[in-house]
């Protein structure tokens, strides 16, 4: 079957604009992360659902970010007044049940770069 | 401050040759997962250990947990420029209610022909 997809691949913005980043998880999968991923370091953990709610966003950098899963299935993080900082890859995840022993199938992740 | 320090950082070696990456931490982790990514993808999973002193093996690849489940190393046998990639460790922390799966830095491999 399909495996994670994240759209768009690749977004370009400019300092203060608002982006929403897509995640379509693997079909069936009731948990779902989102991580960052700067040059050269490993995935940085930022939130999770466990069905539409949040289990935990402790992650998230500040309020500028935020993130969505209204029906269970997709979901779309949302950053406003972007800062050059938050250029990064932004990957997700998504799992038949929560952490733990349940693997993490990743998408490709979408390269936001923030000029 | 790092949680999972992975070192080396970058290893540059020759088709043939032996090594192993290392993970260490001060933390103790429910769990220990290994991936690989490759350029533009994301990560994907080689293997979980959970037992301290647990040690798997996957073809030329050979996984070790620490008995303590602080660490933990990857060695490989053998290198082929097909295992070229970043290898990343990642460990899974109960805090609370929930998990956090805490990534190291990454090893960057370079097997040369």
């Known amino acids: 079957g399909a495996g994670v997809s994240q759209t768009p691949s690749n977004k370009v913005t400019e300092k203060g604009k608002y982006v929403e980043l897509r995640c379509d998880p693997i079909?069936?999968?009731?948990?779902l992360y989102w991580y960052r991923q700067s040059l050269g370091q490993g995935p940085e953990f930022l939130i999770y659902?466990?069905?539409?709610?949040?289990?935990?966003d402790s992650g998230l950098p500040n309020d500028r970010f935020f993130a969505v899963r209204p029906e269970g299935s997709v979901s779309t993080l949302k950053i406003q007044r972007t800062e050059r900082g938050d250029s990064a890859v932004y990957l997700c995840?998504?799992?038949?049940?929560?952490?733990?022993?349940?693997?993490?199938?990743f998408g490709p992740g979408t390269r936001l770069t923030v000029l | 401050t790092q949680l999972l320090e992975q070192s080396p950082q970058f290893l540059s070696i020759q088709e043939g040759e032996n090594l192993t990456v290392y993970c260490n931490s001060s933390s103790v982790f429910s769990s220990l997962q290994w991936y690989r990514q490759e350029p533009g993808e994301g990560p994907v999973l080689l293997v979980t250990v959970v037992t301290g002193g647990e040690v798997k093996k996957l073809k030329r690849l050979t996984f070790q947990f620490g008995d303590a489940r602080k660490d933990s190393s990857l060695h490989i046998t053998a290198a082929q420029p097909g295992d070229t990639g970043l290898y990343l460790c990642a460990g899974t922390l109960r805090m609370d209610s929930s998990y956090k799966l805490i990534f190291g830095s990454g090893t960057r491999l370079l097997v040369r022909p």
């Open positions: 659902f466990q069905g539409t709610g949040a289990a935990d």
């Open positions: 079909s069936g999968h009731t948990a």
């Open positions: 995840a998504s799992s038949l049940g929560l952490f733990d022993y349940n693997e993490q199938f």
